[in-house]
Nanobody, 118 residues
Framework: QVQLVESGGGLVQPGESLTLSCTAPGFTSNNCAMNWYRQPAGKQREWVSW???????NYAASVRGRFTISKDKTKDTLYLQMNSLKPEDTGTYFC????????????WGEGTQVTVSS
């Protein structure tokens, strides 16, 4: 059974940093992109960032310049370094991985909570 496990969330003050991790056995070395999403309470889930198999990255406009996505193939782990956090970054953060010839099979973790509040 596929298991993606996010960790690293917590309560921080505005301006502080957090690094999220997602253990994703078998996914960091395949041919598919990996993504981070977030979902504020009572709102829809929104895309935050992706990293392709070759290491190309992209970010939502709201986090560009503050967040950095990366992955470590040796540890089968996806990361999201979050700097200069704002209250609007609060939410549950999820990683998404894919597999299959066309990356058609998607898998989600259960999420980790990030709360930015003074």
């Amino acid at each position: 059974q596929v298991q993606l496990v996010e960790s690293g969330g917590g309560l921080v003050q505005p301006g502080e940093s957090l690094t999220l991790s997602c253990t994703a056995p078998g996914f960091t070395s395949n041919n598919c992109a990996m993504n981070w999403y977030r979902q504020p309470a009572g709102k829809q889930r929104e895309w935050v960032s992706w990293i392709t198999a070759r290491g190309l990255v992209n970010y939502a406009a709201s986090v560009r310049g503050r967040f950095t996505i990366s992955k470590d193939k040796t540890k089968d782990t996806l990361y999201l370094q979050m700097n200069s956090l704002k209250p609007e970054d609060t939410g549950t953060y999820f990683c998404k991985a894919s597999s299959g010839s066309f990356c058609q099979d998607e898998y989600w973790g259960e999420g980790t909570q990030v709360t930015v509040s003074s």
